[in-house]
Nanobody, 125 residues
Framework: QVQLVESGGGLVQAGGSLRLSCAAS????????MGWFRQAPGKEREFVAA????????YYTDSVKGRFTISRDSVKNTVCLQMNSLKPDDTAVYYC??????????????????WGQGTQVTVSS
């Protein structure tokens, strides 16, 4: 059974940085897509970034390119999201997700079978 546990959220001023971590367990993630999504109040959950566990290919939504970096540590079995130059629009609950397929569907929620509980990120102006 896959378990994903996020940590690292908090309150930060605009322009600041936060680093989110997702501790993954329960299986070997060799060809998995590991993703980060976020959901702001009253909005749909949206894709942020994804990484292919085995080859470390990465993919980002346009609004975070150049500011966010996704990475994974195969020894610690964690996936991290380094967020720099944060903006108030980045305020949301951030979710870690795992899916068995790395494809163009990596940006879609249906590509992911397992989800963490979420961690709140609040960026003040």
């Amino acid at each position: 059974q896959v378990q994903l546990v996020e940590s690292g959220g908090g309150l930060v001023q605009a322009g600041g940085s936060l680093r989110l971590s997702c501790a993954a367990s329960g299986r070997t993630f060799s060809d998995y897509a590991m993703g980060w999504f976020r959901q702001a109040p009253g909005k749909e959950r949206e894709f942020v970034a994804a990484i292919k566990w085995s080859d470390v290919y990465t993919y980002y939504t346009d609004s975070v390119k150049g500011r966010f970096t996704i990475s994974r540590d195969s020894v610690k079995n964690t996936v991290c999201l380094q967020m720099n130059s944060l903006k108030p629009d980045d305020t949301a609950v951030y979710y870690c997700a795992a899916g068995p397929l790395w494809s163009k569907a990596r940006v879609r929620r249906r590509n992911y079978d397992d989800w963490g509980q979420g961690t709140q990120v609040t960026v003040s102006s």
